[in-house]
């Protein structure tokens, strides 16, 4: 009877024994799944988020653009202000920063875009295949560097010189200057872009023409953006050394241009 017992006891805790182990094994199972679940759940969110934002920038060019050329151009005015003349934000000359505001957002996203994309399409039939291209296949299609060598020099030799700079001044006379006559605006905007021209034309091939040689082969969606940031550092340093605004009671001061 004893041994019948003793028997029965060894059996129900072994039974016991096993079902604690298991049960132990799944716990220790699920507690080091679920940091991995969820680990694998946020990077496959920050992916969807990612591509979700590259995709939208891929569909809307032309608006992701548009929004970079207005607030970077802005925010560079900014930092010239605040951070290297140390103005306090009561202190910032916002008639100065509207100048940048219209001219980043009207010229450098709008009429550039209409420039650089829609007429360079064009212009230039092998834009849209070199660009697709991977970096080694550029190097091996003859026609699509030559379209890209003629879209840098396009770059700076017409479109800079001749429509950028006079359309900036003129841009600057309208916001900066005294007169509502638009001839005035060209006429003086012109006048200040001949007295500046040598040195505006060399900043220019100094800094735009290794940038083109990078842009034009970058995939066409993010051709202005990169074009942009570029022009963030240049903004800055324009608007700090030559961005005020005029002001009649003090000697006149020569003036140059943010570059695109």
Same mark, same amino acid.
């Given at each position: 009877?004893? %041994? +019948?017992? !003793? ?5 129900? &805790?072994?039974? *016991? /024994?096993?079902? @604690? ?9 699920? %507690? +080091?799944? !679920? ?5 694998? &759940?946020?990077? *496959? /969110?920050?992916? @969807? ?19 970079? &050329? ?191």
């Amino acid at each position: 009877m004893f %041994s +019948v017992y !003793r028997t029965s006891v060894c059996s129900i &805790a072994s039974t *016991a /024994s096993r079902r @604690v182990y298991h049960n132990s094994l799944r716990n220790l199972k699920a %507690s +080091v799944d !679920r940091p991995a679940e969820s680990a694998a &759940a946020k990077v *496959a /969110s920050e992916t @969807v988020t990612k591509e979700a934002s590259s995709s939208w920038a891929k569909e809307n060019p032309f608006l992701f653009q548009l929004g970079v &050329a207005t607030v970077k151009t802005s925010a560079a005015d900014l930092v010239a202000q605040m951070v290297a003349e140390r103005k306090s934000l009561e202190e910032v000359d916002w008639k100065r920063n509207a100048i940048f505001v219209v001219f980043g957002f009207a010229y450098l996203g709008g009429f550039q875009y209409w420039l650089m994309v829609t007429k360079y399409r064009q212009w230039f039939p092998t834009m849209d295949r070199f660009a697709k291209l991977p970096f080694a296949d550029k190097l091996k299609d003859t026609a699509g560097i030559l379209d890209a060598a003629k879209m840098v020099l396009f770059d700076i030799t017409v479109h800079l010189p001749l429509i950028y700079f006079p359309t900036y001044y003129t841009v600057k006379e309208f916001v900066g200057g005294h007169s509502w006559n638009p001839i005035d605006w060209i006429q003086d905007g012109v006048g200040k872009y001949c007295t500046n021209a040598k040195e505006d034309l060399s900043a220019m091939i100094k800094l735009w023409g290794p940038s083109d040689c990078i842009q034009f082969v970058l995939p066409v969606h993010i051709r202005l953006p990169f074009r942009h940031v570029v022009s963030f550092f240049w903004t800055a340093y324009v608007s700090f050394t030559r961005g005020a605004i005029e002001d009649d009671a003090t000697p006149k001061i020569t003036e140059s241009i943010e570059t695109n």
